[in-house]
C-alpha cells in the first residue's frame, strides 16, 4: 500500500502510479477520514494498516524527525509542489533499485530522495546510507 501525504491530493497521482503499483494507492486522508490530521500523529496511523510506504513532498518535517519502524516505510521526496507531477516517475525508478525493490525490504527505511541521491536510515543500524542514482 503507498499513502500519499496530503499535500499531494488533487494530482492525479493515485490513478499514475496505479498504472504500474499494483496495490493500493490512498491519501492518508483515508485513514482517519473526516479529521485534520497532523504530521505527529502521521506514524500513528501508519501503524494501523498492513506494510505502508508513505510519500510526502513535505521533507523538513518528516526527514530525520521520524524514527524508524519495522511496520512501515517513509519517503520524503525533493520536490517542490510545482513537480509534485514527478512522484509516480520517482517511485518507479526507486521500487527498482535493489534496497527498495519490495515491500518486505522497504519497511522499516526512513529515505529523502534528491534529483542525483537517496539517503536512508533504518531499524536495522543507526547508520544513513547513501545510494547514487538518476531520476531521468
Known amino acids: 500500500m503507498i499513502v500519499l501525504d496530503e499535500e499531494l491530493q488533487g ?3 493515485e490513478e499514475a ?3 504500474w503499483y499494483h496495490g493500493s494507492v490512498i491519501l492518508i486522508k483515508a485513514l482517519r477520514p473526516g479529521t485534520v490530521i497532523k504530521d505527529e500523529a502521521i506514524a500513528g496511523l501508519l501503524r494501523r494498516v498492513r ?10 518535517d518528516f526527514w530525520r524527525r ?17 513537480q ?3 512522484v509516480s516517475h520517482w517511485l518507479r ?4 533499485l535493489p534496497a527498495f525493490q519490495t515491500k518486505r525490504i522497504r519497511m522499516g527505511k526512513v529515505a529523502l530522495l534528491s534529483l542525483r541521491s ?15 542514482w538518476s531520476t531521468k
Open 11 to 13: 494530482l492525479g497521482l
Open 51 to 60: 506494510q505502508p510506504t508513505f510519500v510526502t513532498i513535505n521533507h523538513g
Open 118 to 132: 537517496i539517503q536512508y536510515y533504518s531499524v536495522d543500524d543507526n547508520l544513513t546510507h547513501l545510494l547514487h
Open 93 to 96: 525508478r526507486l521500487f527498482k
Open 84 to 86: 509534485a507531477d514527478e
Open 66 to 82: 521520524v524514527a524508524a519502524e519495522k511496520v512501515f516505510c517513509l519517503l520524503c521526496l525533493k520536490l517542490t509542489a510545482d
Open 17 to 19: 502510479i496505479s498504472r
